[in-house]
């Protein structure tokens, strides 16, 4: 087993399901000790429970100052330190121009924009010289689709804030990354074509639309996930990686 993240302490929000659950799976396995959260307490401490190693699942909506202060004072008093962030929590709420409302801005800026920067910025004191943060944006802030501007501005407001925040923590060697899954069959994508027919006719038409003539899995964006977090990408910084598929690529 690689000891990639041996002795290394990793919050990964949204991590009780697909890409944040397979991302806690990967550093735990090379080493690390996970903090995974999720807004559904019984839920998350079961994701927890299902990955083997150092793992530890906290109750928090990352688009509450709340949640977030009680999950990393847990991190304080139990670890005493940082050195891996991903913050992989979101909100995607479909909606063509004509329907969208200020509930939807808000329910969808409040998780990916808002509590992106508030779960960054309430790590800031634990991070450790050195370390790494990964934002988890999407490729739907470089290629359009139809009813998801909201979902798009608030992904390519994530990108903007790499770019930002890689120069503003340079002094301190914290590395600042964007991974962007394109087409990839998660449970929170999949809610967008309940039932499993409609899922399956939803994902093939995803993947028609790539090169690789399928969706991506949790598994293959996390993979990507774990390097940019680990020393492997140690001159990695600003970066955005889109695990896509060739999707917004060619």
Same mark, same amino acid.
């Given at each position: 087993?690689?000891?990639?993240?041996?002795?290394?302490?990793?919050?990964?929000?949204?991590?009780?399901?697909?890409?944040?659950?397979?991302?806690?799976?990967?550093?735990?396995?090379?080493?690390?000790?996970?903090?995974?959260?999720? @807004?559904?307490?019984?839920?998350?401490?079961?994701?927890?429970?299902?990955?083997?190693?150092?793992?530890?699942?906290?109750?928090?909506?990352?688009?509450?100052?709340?949640?977030?202060?009680?999950?990393?004072?847990?991190?304080?008093?139990?670890?005493?330190?940082?050195?891996?962030?991903?913050?992989?929590?979101?909100?995607?709420?479909?909606? !063509?121009?004509?329907?969208?409302?200020?509930?939807?801005?808000?329910?969808?800026?409040?998780?990916?924009?808002?509590?992106?920067?508030?779960?960054?910025?309430?790590?800031? #004191?634990?991070?450790?010289?050195?370390?790494?943060?990964?934002?988890?944006?999407?490729?739907?802030?470089?290629?359009?689709?139809?009813?998801?501007? $909201?979902?798009?501005?608030?992904?390519?407001?994530?990108?903007?804030?790499?770019?930002?925040?890689?120069?503003?923590?340079? !002094?301190?060697?914290? @590395?600042?990354?964007? $991974?962007? !899954?394109? !087409?990839?069959?998660?449970?929170?994508?999949?809610?967008?074509?309940?039932?499993?027919?409609?899922?399956?006719?939803?994902?093939?038409?995803?993947?028609?639309?790539? #090169?690789?003539?399928?969706?991506?899995?949790?598994?293959?964006?996390?993979?990507?996930?774990?390097?940019?977090?680990?020393?492997?990408?140690?001159?990695?910084?600003?970066?955005?990686?889109?695990?896509?598929?060739?999707?917004?690529?060619?």
């Amino acid at each position: 087993m690689s000891d990639t993240f041996h002795r290394k302490i990793a919050v990964v929000t949204g991590g009780s399901a697909g890409i944040g659950h397979a991302t806690a799976r990967k550093i735990a396995a090379r080493g690390g000790a996970v903090y995974i959260t999720g @807004r559904d307490g019984d839920r998350v401490k079961a994701a927890a429970a299902d990955i083997p190693g150092d793992v530890v699942g906290v109750q928090a909506d990352s688009a509450s100052v709340d949640d977030l202060d009680r999950l990393f004072a847990q991190v304080q008093e139990r670890s005493g330190r940082l050195d891996v962030l991903v913050a992989n929590a979101a909100a995607i709420v479909p909606a !063509p121009l004509g329907s969208i409302t200020t509930e939807i801005i808000d329910t969808v800026f409040g998780v990916n924009m808002a509590g992106t920067i508030m779960t960054v910025q309430k790590a800031l #004191p634990l991070l450790v010289d050195g370390g790494a943060v990964v934002l988890v944006g999407s490729m739907a802030a470089h290629k359009a689709s139809r009813g998801q501007s $909201v979902y798009a501005a608030s992904k390519a407001g994530v990108r903007a804030l790499a770019r930002t925040w890689a120069l503003e923590l340079s !002094p301190r060697g914290i @590395r600042v990354n964007v $991974v962007s !899954p394109g !087409p990839t069959d998660t449970p929170g994508i999949a809610q967008l074509a309940p039932g499993d027919e409609a899922r399956k006719a939803f994902f093939s038409r995803m993947g028609a639309g790539t #090169p690789m003539t399928r969706a991506g899995t949790a598994e293959e964006v996390a993979a990507v996930i774990a390097f940019v977090a680990s020393d492997a990408a140690s001159h990695v910084n600003g970066a955005d990686y889109q695990a896509d598929g060739g999707y917004g690529q060619v």
